[in-house]
């Protein structure tokens, strides 16, 4: 068993480390607004569940040198984003979303998605995905890198309206064979749902 102290490596050398290990991860697919109306779309994977009451999740946005990303300076400056879930039927398009485009270009009109509006907020949602959640901002907190520097945005978000297609839900589940979610890897690589096995929690 190698030890690593990662005091004693790059921050490079530490991020291949963390997304070759904590794997698979969901991809939130985020649509979010500029305070101009420009529309951003992007995939995170640093994302999870917080809570259930009320309903919140956590998605985690680098920053680059310090300085906010899109996702991050929209959600943080008007209040409000969609979380689409990453499925299999439009994994190829949320791809091309993540190119570098300047803040006044949409990646959805890139990757040739289409917009939904929501019911509680001002950002829309796409189409194309099977579940995508409305959010307001619940909290953001910067973390690591320096106080004048932080390395991240952990954005909380409130999830306000649910949107699920009605071939995936179940006696009040969701069928995960249906959705077909797609996970995140380490590199250029996806996985998508493998073989499932069932093991009874102890009393």
Same mark, same amino acid.
């Given at each position: 068993?190698?030890?690593?102290?990662?005091?004693?490596?790059?921050?490079?050398?530490?991020?291949?480390?963390?997304?070759?290990?904590?794997?698979?991860?969901?991809?939130?697919?985020?649509?979010?607004?500029?305070?101009?109306?420009?529309? /951003?779309?992007?995939?995170?994977?640093?994302?999870?569940?917080?809570?259930? /009451?009320?309903?919140?999740?956590?998605?985690?946005?680098?920053?680059?040198?310090?300085?906010?990303?899109?996702?991050?300076?929209?959600?943080?400056?008007?209040?409000?984003?969609?979380?689409?879930?990453?499925?299999?039927?439009?994994?190829?398009?949320?791809?091309?979303?993540?190119?570098?485009?300047?803040?006044?270009?949409?990646?959805?009109?890139?990757?040739?998605?289409?917009?939904?509006?929501?019911?509680?907020?001002?950002?829309?949602?796409?189409?194309?995905?099977?579940?995508?959640?409305?959010?307001?901002?619940?909290?953001?907190?910067?973390?690591?890198?320096?106080?004048?520097?932080?390395?991240?945005?952990?954005?909380?978000?409130?999830?306000?309206?649910?949107?699920?297609?009605?071939?995936?839900?179940?006696?009040?589940?969701?069928?995960?064979?249906?959705?077909?979610?797609?996970?995140?890897?380490?590199?250029?690589?996806?996985?998508?749902?493998?073989?499932?096995?069932?093991?009874?929690?102890?009393?």
């Amino acid at each position: 068993m190698l030890l690593i102290d990662p005091e004693t490596q790059t921050e490079r050398e530490n991020y291949k480390l963390l997304i070759g290990s904590i794997i698979p991860r969901p991809i939130a697919f985020i649509t979010s607004l500029s305070r101009n109306g420009v529309l /951003n779309a992007a995939p995170y994977s640093y994302f999870n569940i917080v809570t259930a /009451n009320p309903p919140m999740i956590s998605v985690s946005i680098q920053r680059k040198n310090g300085a906010y990303k899109d996702t991050a300076r929209n959600i943080i400056e008007t209040g409000s984003f969609v979380v689409h879930i990453s499925d299999e039927s439009y994994i190829e398009a949320i791809n091309k979303t993540a190119a570098n485009l300047p803040p006044e270009e949409s990646e959805v009109e890139l990757a040739k998605l289409t917009l939904v509006p929501s019911n509680k907020i001002n950002t829309p949602g796409v189409k194309e995905a099977k579940i995508r959640m409305e959010c307001t901002l619940e909290k953001n907190i910067e973390l690591g890198g320096s106080p004048e520097a932080p390395a991240c945005d952990l954005i909380i978000g409130k999830i306000v309206c649910f949107h699920i297609a009605e071939e995936l839900i179940e006696d009040g589940r969701i069928d995960a064979y249906q959705l077909k979610p797609v996970s995140r890897l380490a590199g250029n690589n996806y996985s998508s749902l493998g073989e499932q096995f069932t093991i009874e929690r102890p009393e």
